[in-house]
């Protein structure tokens, strides 16, 4: 358990209703100095809310919010000027070129890094001196990356920050938020892209219908969940009864051979490998758990209906 | 004409997104004519009464204002003539409002390229919303008209003015198409097409006065030279606004075809690559995205007020040559001191208080530009910055203040020193500058209005419209229609009084306005602090 000191978010017990409609209920999130934070969930399952109540925007119903361990709201100001942050669809300012929003936005950012700032909007790709109105929802994205990764800002907040972007643009960001990562800089990256998260992210949240449904690092996650394994054996292994294991399937392949497919918990690996081992292994892979697989297994509650992409 | 196929459905979507404001428009423009026809058969009751309308000052005067009216001496004429400026604006503006609605706003938008991906031809957009809102402008017409027979209007003569009215803006309504071409966004159409509102109501106004050809040159002069109600009525005229509107529409068709959807023929210039020091600021940044706005308002309002100003000597003869007045007066110079005492005034008052008309429609289009700042997301990024909500807002309504009193007064500068120059008087130009500034309590209250809506109930940014429309149909009607003194009181326009210049401002009136406009402002800066951003 890290220092409390070393919370830079701290959220408990989140609340926020707009009207009759719950947004937040009881959400928890937190957030250490220098990692990258994945903060998972479909569409409409409360994380922009989320980011607004921490930015001190939205004024949270219940709850405790703490920010660098300040008040986010009435602390706003103060605290702003610590953090860069890039919401997922800003419509800018129609009569100013892509250079100008930049440079508007990074000032409002706070210190800005003339060097890193041409050097982002060279690997980005971006034309500075076209008219903002006149950008694809990509570049318009790019404009607000490039203003609050040329800040030297101790904290990112990205909501959703690469919708839009083409697979080389993906690439480039996260390039640079490993590269801001080494610098010491704390990310919480909102997404619904898992590999973007998966790429990134030391610790993740996965949120549903406004509450914390589970959170840790990656390796924390995929121990609690199966990894799929597929053997073909020389003879038939004996699986029968044995624990941690679930959903075995075993056919007969044209060699004569076991064709054996089957999630295991992290803890039956061993006994598995064992069994497998004495039906004589022909070939043998187990696969651990993707991030897609954490997401649709959380939202298994909901029928998978809310797992969303 | 596979490029018209899909009209229909084009229509429907256009009448289902787009009724609300369509009938607002309809209905809204009617129920001016219906409170000036209650009001005038009230005030003018016999036949006796309508013939000396003409006689009073509200005639030859206000031509410049109301153009030529034929038949004066009958409740119709009276009608058209209390409607004039009213229509003059309202109904180009409806048009260009319907227009732009369907046409260049849908394309900006991405939604028309959603549609034409589907099956609907090219043209079959703007055939829909053309056909959409040239039926509602003819509606609207006939309604105007009908609206004035239950006063005793002549029946043939109510339905000519009323296709006349039609006629104005189906004229406003191919311009606007043509513009939806041209250029490429929904701004700028807006910039053209009342643009070219002004100039053809001024080229009406000094024709009108002069009484000369020049009115024919103007979309506005058409409307009064069917002369509905007059004795030498003639149906005629009528065809020139349909013949123009008809070109209009098949140059806007060919346009469509020589561009791409999404595109204007004008392109858009390469912009500066960095930012300077100043934009980098909130101030300069409010400054830079107000600046053209100030500036065509400003230009607008100038434009308007020295046509104004520079027929200030044509109105003081056209009242020394009416009969019943010239012999009221007297003659030499003294008659033509008494005549600008009495009449030249309260023109002036009223033409100020157009002026503060445009600053509040100034103002409140830039409170309005606030809130498209929150639903753009520009203003959560702003807000996630080290700024505050009140360093946020301050900057902005700094700006839209000095924007108001820029266009203020450029226009009372350039009414009063036209006046003078065409008196040969230059004291008209400190009592026209001196009267314009009491006049900007009112515009403040608008603002304050508008702010306060948008920290309370940023949702409801309509109703500030709503009670500008009513307090300008008021201010610009009430005096005329003898309406309830307490009313005009609570019209923020006439609060100072109701000949400034003539009289000078009421002190307890500006007081009012301003202890009342800086209360909202501040109420309007509480709500922000305390309310969700965005709220959508």
Redesign the interface.
């Known amino acids: 358990m890290t220092a409390p000191s070393d919370h830079l978010i701290e959220i408990s017990g989140l609340r926020k209703s707009f009207g009759a409609a719950t947004a937040l209920d009881g959400l928890d999130l937190v957030v250490d100095r220098g990692e990258v934070h994945g903060f998972l969930g479909p569409n409409g399952a409360g994380k922009s809310t989320t980011i607004r109540i921490l930015l001190g925007l939205m004024r949270a119903d219940g709850g405790t919010v703490r920010l660098f361990g300040g008040d986010p709201w009435a602390e706003a100001v103060e605290l702003h000027s610590r953090l860069a942050y890039v919401p997922g669809d800003v419509t800018l300012w129609p009569g100013l070129s892509g250079g100008q929003c930049i440079d508007i936005l990074a000032r409002a950012h706070g210190r800005v890094d003339e060097g890193r700032r041409a050097e982002l909007v060279e690997r980005f790709d971006l034309d500075p001196t076209k008219r903002s109105r006149d950008y694809s929802k990509g570049n318009r994205q790019k404009v607000s990356l490039v203003a609050a990764l040329a800040t030297d800002a101790e904290l990112l907040v990205l909501d959703e920050p690469t919708s839009g972007l083409d697979p080389l643009m993906e690439e480039v960001f996260q390039q640079v938020v490993r590269e801001r990562r080494e610098q010491g800089t704390t990310v919480l990256l909102s997404s619904h892209i898992l590999g973007e998260v998966e790429a990134l992210a030391d610790r993740v949240s996965i949120i549903r219908a406004g509450r914390t449904v589970t959170t840790g690092t990656l390796t924390d996650l995929r121990r609690h969940t199966h990894s799929a394994v597929r053997a073909v054996t020389e003879r038939t292994p004996a699986l029968a009864g044995m624990p941690g294991l679930g959903d075995v399937e075993t056919g007969t392949d044209e060699q004569g051979r076991t064709d054996v497919t089957a999630a295991v918990e992290p803890d039956a690996v061993a006994d598995l490998v064992g069994a497998l081992h004495e039906a004589g292994i022909h070939t043998l892979t187990v696969t651990p758990p993707s991030l897609d697989d954490l997401f649709l297994r959380a939202y298994a509650g909901d029928g998978g209906t809310a797992a969303a992409r | 004409m596979s490029a018209m196929v899909g009209v229909g459905p084009m229509a429907g979507i256009a009448l289902r997104t787009g009724w609300r404001s369509l009938l607002a428009w309809a209905l809204g423009l009617v129920a001016v004519m219906v409170l000036t026809g209650s009001s005038i058969s009230a005030l003018y009751d016999t036949p006796e009464k309508i013939a000396g309308y003409a006689e009073t000052l509200g005639g030859d005067a206000l031509t410049a204002v109301n153009g030529r009216v034929a038949g004066l001496d009958t409740l119709g004429g009276v009608l058209a003539n209390e409607f004039g400026f009213v229509l003059s604006f309202g109904v180009p503006v409806m048009a260009i409002a319907l227009t732009t609605r369907h046409t260049r706003r849908e394309e900006e938008a991405g939604r028309l390229e959603l549609l034409l991906a589907a099956r609907v031809g090219r043209r079959a957009p703007l055939g829909a919303a053309v056909l959409v809102a040239s039926a509602a402008m003819v509606v609207t017409g006939v309604g105007i008209g009908a609206a004035m027979l239950p006063f005793g209007a002549d029946p043939a003569g109510s339905l000519r003015y009323g296709l006349a009215v039609a006629g104005l803006g189906l004229v406003f309504l191919g311009v606007t198409a043509v513009a939806a071409q041209v250029v490429e966004?929904t701004r700028a159409v807006w910039g053209v097409g009342l643009a070219l509102t002004l100039v053809s109501y001024l080229v009406r106004g000094v024709g009108a006065l002069r009484d000369t050809a020049l009115v024919w040159a103007s979309p506005h002069g058409w409307v009064d030279e069917v002369q509905a109600f007059g004795v030498d009525a003639r149906w005629w005229p009528l065809a020139v606004p349909v013949a123009l509107w008809a070109g209009l529409l098949a140059l806007a068709s060919v346009l469509r075809d020589r561009r791409d959807v999404g595109a204007g023929l004008l392109r858009?210039r390469?912009?500066?690559?960095?930012?300077s020091a100043a934009?980098?600021?909130p101030l300069g940044?409010a400054w830079?995205?107000q600046r053209?706005a100030v500036a065509g308002w400003a230009l607008g309002a100038a434009a308007l007020m020295a046509v104004f100003g520079s027929l200030a000597q044509e109105i003081v003869d056209a009242v020394l040559d009416n009969p019943a007045l010239g012999g009221f007066l007297g003659a030499g110079p003294e008659a033509e001191g008494r005549a600008a005492d009495l009449v030249l005034a309260p023109m002036m008052s009223t033409f100020l208080v157009m002026l503060a008309l445009l600053s509040t429609a100034y103002v409140l289009l830039g409170v309005g530009a606030l809130r498209r700042e929150e639903?753009?997301?520009?203003l959560?990024?702003?807000?996630?910055?080290?700024?505050?909500r009140a360093?946020w807002l301050g900057p902005r309504l700094l700006v839209l203040v000095l924007g108001a009193v820029v266009v203020g007064a450029v226009g009372a500068l350039a009414l009063g020193a036209s006046a003078a120059a065409a008196l040969e008087d230059g004291s008209w130009l400190g009592d026209v500058v001196g009267a314009g500034t009491a006049q900007l309590p009112a515009v403040l209250v608008f603002l304050g209005l508008g702010v306060a809506l948008f920290g309370w109930l940023p949702r409801a940014q309509a109703l500030g419209w709503a009670a500008f429309a009513v307090a300008a149909v008021l201010a610009y009607l009430g005096p005329g229609l003898d309406l309830p003194s307490w009313l005009l009181d609570l019209t923020p326009f006439l609060t100072v009084g109701r000949d400034v210049v003539g009289e000078g401002p009421q002190p307890a009136g500006l007081v009012v306005l301003t202890v009342l406009g800086l209360g909202l402002l501040v109420a309007g800066f509480a709500g922000l602090r305390?309310r969700?951003?965005?709220v959508s």
């Open positions: 966004h858009p390469r912009a500066r690559p960095r930012a934009l980098r600021t940044l830079h995205q053209t639903e753009s997301s520009r959560e990024v702003e807000l996630s910055a080290s700024r505050s360093g305390r969700d951003v965005p």
